[in-house]
């Protein structure tokens, strides 16, 4: 590539290496390969773009890494949780729209889907009661990774290093 900035307004130009620049009298042109000239400002200068400091490596790193456990946090948080509202543990999916439901049967008891060790899932019958430890079991899995996310934030932000920050992952 080759880098140009307008003196004018600042601008970076960037070109193909095979446009032809010639410097006239410190005026630069441009062509193309065939020999076409194409229409740039005549306020061109050759610009070498700055290599990016170590802090801000580190930053972008913190904000990309900051994205992945955010995104993990989101799936842990989805992932199947365990509840013993109906006597003995049953699984319980925690998507979105479970989540609603389960709200929904804690206030008004109904039915929810749950598995029972590696039982087929069931639409099983719950009281409010049962709708309501269901519930807080939900909140609790939902919390605790919620608090995993904010550890690895602290982490993330508190690094001094990209190696640092690229070694936080979520937990397997």
């Given at each position: 590539m080759q880098t140009?900035?307008?003196?004018?307004?600042?601008?970076?130009?960037?070109f193909n290496p095979d446009?032809?620049?010639?410097?006239?009298?410190?005026?630069?042109s441009f062509q193309t390969a065939s020999g076409a000239p194409l229409s740039v400002p005549t306020t061109l200068v050759p610009f070498i773009i700055p290599a990016?400091?170590?802090?801000?490596?580190?930053?972008?790193?913190?904000v990309t890494q900051s994205s992945i456990v955010k995104a993990?946090?989101?799936?842990?948080i989805t992932?199947?949780?365990s509840s013993s509202a109906l006597g003995s543990v049953f699984n319980y999916d925690c998507a979105p729209l479970d989540q609603v439901n389960i709200s929904y049967v804690s206030v008004h008891g109904g039915s929810l889907w749950c598995q029972s060790g590696s039982n087929p899932?069931?639409?099983?019958a719950h009281t409010s009661t049962q709708g309501l430890q269901v519930h807080s079991d939900m909140t609790s899995h939902i919390q605790a990774q919620q608090t995993i996310y904010a550890g690895l934030l602290a982490q993330i932000n508190a690094a001094t290093t990209v190696a640092a920050v690229q070694a936080i992952v979520w937990p397997v």
């Open positions: 140009f900035q307008n003196t004018v307004n600042q601008s970076i130009w960037q446009v032809i620049v010639a410097n006239e009298n410190g005026v630069f990016p400091t170590p802090e801000q490596l580190l930053v972008a790193a913190q993990s946090c989101a799936n842990a992932t199947t949780f899932w069931s639409f099983v």
